[in-house]
């Protein structure tokens, strides 16, 4: 096998850090979390930079993806099967439930979202489409851990899983019990798992194998979302609708 270009691995490394939950880094942050010299990251991050995969912010110099990457990825989002056939029930849970909804699919261990409709009431929000969320601490990543179980076996193996906030699951133990009960329930929460003050719910995503390929979360604030520590009755009825319909037009098997 053809040994692999260092470069272009770096690369792919600092555009994989940019992809994340924060999206902005400095140059120090991002040659820290690579564990290189500022002089090496910097080159890459400049030539990156030149062809408008990552862009720098004038006023505080850290950097974000840029916008030539994002029009690549939408190539493979357009034409993703999954993304296709739910953009329009996307849009009705959205109306119908007045909250944020975002679709997404198991990449690398992590949750990419593939779709997001933002909540209709005009309010500032931020697009997440290409965001890589963790499974652990998500409502769309727990219900798709919970139907590919095998994957626990990478988890934890060093130090434990993330910590966001004091709500959030890091022992394996407590989330293999959080899984099984999501499993027959038949949909998964995450109330201030992530971000404080947020709260989701989701279901998962069957393709015409019956293969778990996707899940769609409804999401905004706990005191919205939620009646007392779980979500309203009505929203979870209303995401698990949703998910039975954009299964049954991948070809699932209605049920």
Request: proline fraction near 4%; hydrophobic fraction near 40%.
């Amino acid at each position: 096998m053809p040994k692999a270009i260092q470069s272009i691995e770096r690369a792919s490394a600092i555009l994989r850090l940019l992809s994340g939950r924060t999206r902005r880094m400095s140059l120090t942050e991002l040659a820290g979390e690579l564990r290189l010299p500022k002089g090496t990251v910097y080159g890459i991050v400049r030539t990156l930079v030149s062809v408008g995969f990552v862009e720098q912010e004038p006023e505080s110099g850290r950097y974000q993806m840029g916008a030539a990457l994002l029009h690549l990825g939408s190539t493979y989002l357009d034409g993703n099967e999954l993304r296709a056939r739910a953009l329009n029930w996307s849009d009705w849970l959205a109306g119908r439930t007045n909250e944020s909804v975002r679709l997404g699919t198991m990449h690398d261990g992590q949750v990419l979202v593939v779709h997001h409709v933002f909540r209709p009431d005009n309010s500032p929000q931020a697009l997440e489409v290409g965001a890589l969320l963790p499974v652990h601490a998500t409502a769309m990543g727990k219900v798709l851990l919970a139907h590919h179980s095998y994957l626990l076996a990478g988890f934890g193996s060093n130090g434990g899983l993330p910590r966001f906030t004091d709500s959030t699951i890091t022992d394996l133990g407590k989330l293999d019990t959080e899984l099984e009960r999501i499993r027959q329930q038949g949909w998964a929460a995450d109330v201030e798992e992530l971000v404080r003050g947020e709260a989701s719910c989701a279901a998962v995503i069957h393709d015409r194998r019956g293969v778990a390929v996707g899940s769609i979360a409804i999401s905004g604030p706990v005191e919205r979302i939620c009646a007392g520590s779980e979500p309203r009755s009505d929203l979870v009825s209303y995401v698990c609708e949703g998910a039975r319909t954009i299964s049954r037009d991948l070809g699932a098997v209605p049920w």
